[in-house]
T-cell receptor, first 111, second 114 residues
Framework: DAKTTQPPSMDCAEGRAANLPCNHS???????VYWYRQIHSQGPQYIIH???NNETNEMASLIITEDRKSSTLILPHATLRDTAVYYC????????????FGKGITLSVRP | NAGVMQNPRHLVRRRGQEARLRCSPM?????VYWYRQLPEEGLKFMVY????????ESGMPKERFSAEFPKEGPSILRIQQVVRGDSAAYFC????????????FGDGTRLSIL
């Protein structure tokens, strides 16, 4: 079972920031937080990951709370092409490094 | 740098036939993961392989399914005696190692059973 909970859906206006929340209250000390998205039925696309520090790349920013029990993915300027299902995943390393997908959050970007 | 390549993109089989799905990982990646997405459902882990070794097969059905990742060539997911319930999208992902490096996914194989 997925160790994360996400709201089922949210929407935002094109050009505005999209803030996608995720709860992972049972995360272990050696587990990372990963975000992927899936557009239509394409293969999941890696977005970003982090352990405890905030992270930023060309796609998004990841804000992890100090207690690591929740995080927020930020798309700074959402476009219509960002409409997708976004998955927040807690993942270990080593032999148990599989990804366990939940239901994700469906982000709809409106014009 | 080519991404994860899966073929075929679409595969149609009749009940009882065999299906072979191929996955070529990204260059420099020696870890391969297979996932299945049934219609209207989420992605489910099936198996994790490193060159010539199965590391975790906890998500593989006990019968008819097998996977390999030989020293040379792509990883193969094999489904024997397919049934209607095997119809799904099968995704392969690869990573450089099993540290915190992310897995990168291919575009999947859509398997349809007649």
């Amino acid at each position: 079972d997925a160790k994360t909970t996400q709201p089922p859906s949210m929407d935002c206006a094109e050009g505005r920031a999209a803030n996608l929340p995720c709860n992972h209250s049972t995360i272990s000390g050696n587990e990372y937080v990963y975000w992927y998205r899936q557009i239509h039925s394409q293969g999941p696309q890696y977005i970003i990951h982090g352990l405890k520090n905030n992270e930023t790349n060309e796609m998004a920013s990841l804000i992890i709370t100090e207690d690591r029990k929740s995080s927020t993915l930020i798309l700074p300027h959402a476009t219509l092409r960002d409409t997708a299902v976004y998955y927040c995943i807690v993942r270990s390393t080593g032999a148990n490094s599989k990804l366990t997908f939940g239901k994700g959050i469906t982000l709809s970007v409106r014009p | 740098n080519a991404g994860v390549m899966q073929n075929p993109r679409h595969l149609v089989r009749r009940r009882g036939q065999e299906a072979r799905l191929r996955c070529s990982p990204m260059k420099g990646h020696s870890h391969v993961y297979w996932y299945r997405q049934l219609p209207e459902e989420g992605l489910k882990f099936m198996v994790y392989l490193q060159k010539e070794n199965i590391i975790d097969e906890s998500g593989m059905p006990k019968e008819r399914f097998s996977a390999e990742f030989p020293k040379e060539g792509p990883s193969i997911l094999r489904i024997q005696q397919v049934v209607r319930g095997d119809s799904a999208a099968y995704f392969c992902a690869s990573s450089r190692d099993n540290s915190n490096q992310p897995q990168h996914f291919g575009d999947g194989t859509r398997l349809s059973i007649l």
